[in-house]
C-alpha cells in the first residue's frame, strides 16, 4: 500500500510539474504575443476587414466609375473584401431599385453615386437603419451618411469661377460669360454652380449670359453653345461644371472660328481626354481632382467604417479631395492613366 502511495504521489508530482511547465510555456507565449502590438494590430484589422462585403451602385460604370471601380477592386482582392457593382446605365429607375435590392442582401459598406440629390435620399437612410453603413461619392444626397468622398464642391466653383473673372473681367474682355451645367438636380452640378454664379455675381465688369443644364451630354452642351455664340458673338468665357461634356462645347467654339477667343474653363476629374483637350488648346484650363486618388479615398472610408464598431449612422465622416491646375503637357501628371487591359 504504501509502495502504491508512493508511486502515487510520485505521478502526481510529475503531473503538477507538466502542468507548471505548460502554464509557463503559455505565460510566455502570452508575454510574446504582449510584446508584438504590431502583430496584435493586423491580427485587429484582419478581422474587422478580411471577408466583409462592400456593395457599390455608380451612376453608370462610364470613365470615372471605371477608374473608382479599379482602385478599389485591386485593394478589396488585397484585402479580402468582396466587391459587387451594379451598373444602372444611367437609368434612374434601374439605380433606385438596385439599391433597394441590395438594402435586402445585407453588404456591410454601400457606396453611391447620387445622380440628384432626392432619388436616393430615403433608401440611403434605411440602409442604415437596417445597419449598413453608407459612403457617398462625389455627387451628395440630401441624406447625410456615414461618409462622403468626394470633391469640395463650392471650392472648386469659386476657384474656377475666379480664373475666369482674371481672364474676361476688369475690361480685359468683353466680361459674358456661359455656364454650362450637369444634370440640374445634381448636387455636383447645383453646389459648383451656385458657387461660381455668387462669383460672378460680386464682380461688375462680368455678366453671366446663359446657365443651362446639359445633362453631362457632349452634344447638349454643343447645341447650348452654338445658341450662346450666335446670341453672344463677343463670349469671352464658358464655365463648364465637367469635362467631357465640354468636348462637345469646345468644338463649336473651334469651328466658329473663336478658339482662342472664347476661354473655356473645366471642373475636372482628371480624365486623360481633359488634360488632351488642353494640350490641344481647346481647353483654356483644366482644374482637375483626379479619379485614381479620389478612389484610394474610397477604399480609406471603406476600411475606417469597418474598423469603426459604432453602429450605421453614427458617423459623418468627410474625405475632400486636392484641386490641381492643369494649362499644359508639365501638369500632364495631374491626369490618371486608365491601364491597358
Not at 245 to 266: D, L, Y
Not at 285 to 313: C, F, W
Amino acid at each position: 500500500m504504501s509502495v502504491i502511495r508512493g508511486v502515487g504521489l510520485k505521478w502526481m508530482s510529475a503531473g503538477l510539474a507538466s502542468a507548471a511547465i505548460a502554464a509557463i510555456a503559455l505565460g510566455s507565449i502570452d508575454t510574446a504575443r504582449a510584446a508584438d502590438p504590431r502583430a496584435e494590430l493586423f491580427q485587429k484589422f484582419q478581422t474587422a476587414v478580411k471577408g466583409k462585403t462592400v456593395a457599390w451602385v455608380p451612376v453608370w460604370l462610364g470613365v470615372l466609375e471605371s477608374e473608382w471601380t479599379r482602385v478599389m477592386k485591386a485593394h478589396f482582392d488585397d484585402y479580402g473584401i468582396k466587391l459587387i457593382v451594379r451598373d444602372p446605365n444611367f437609368k434612374s429607375d434601374v439605380q433606385l431599385q438596385a439599391v433597394s435590392s441590395l438594402i435586402n442582401e445585407k453588404p456591410d459598406i454601400l457606396v453611391v453615386q447620387n445622380p440628384t440629390t432626392t432619388l436616393l435620399a430615403r433608401e440611403l437612410k434605411r440602409a442604415m437603419d437596417s445597419g449598413i453603413k453608407v459612403i457617398q461619392v462625389n455627387m451628395a444626397s440630401n441624406q447625410l451618411t456615414d461618409a462622403y468622398v468626394g470633391a469640395d464642391v463650392p471650392k472648386l466653383g469659386r476657384v474656377l469661377a475666379e480664373e475666369v473673372v482674371k481672364t474676361c473681367g476688369g475690361g480685359k474682355g468683353s466680361g459674358k460669360v456661359a455656364i454650362l451645367q450637369g444634370e440640374a438636380t445634381a448636387a455636383y452640378s447645383l453646389d459648383m454652380t451656385k458657387a461660381a454664379t455668387e462669383i460672378f455675381n460680386g464682380d461688375k465688369s462680368i455678366k453671366v449670359v446663359s446657365s443651362q443644364p446639359t445633362n453631362w451630354d457632349a452634344n447638349k452642351a454643343a447645341d447650348v453653345t452654338t445658341n450662346v455664340l450666335q446670341q453672344n458673338p463677343d463670349l469671352c468665357g464658358i464655365f463648364s461644371v465637367w469635362g467631357p461634356q465640354t468636348a462637345g462645347a469646345a468644338q463649336v467654339v473651334k469651328n466658329a472660328g473663336k478658339q482662342g477667343q472664347v476661354k473655356i474653363f473645366v471642373a475636372s476629374d482628371g480624365q486623360p481626354a481633359d488634360c488632351d483637350m488642353v494640350e490641344q488648346g481647346l481647353f483654356t484650363k483644366n482644374l482637375s481632382y483626379r479619379a485614381d486618388t479620389q478612389g484610394e479615398a474610397i477604399v480609406n472610408a471603406v476600411l475606417t467604417l469597418l474598423q469603426d464598431s459604432r453602429p450605421a449612422g453614427t458617423t459623418q465622416l468627410a474625405y475632400y479631395t486636392t484641386n490641381y491646375w492643369v494649362s499644359g503637357k508639365d501638369d500632364r501628371h495631374y491626369c490618371f492613366v486608365v491601364p491597358k487591359e
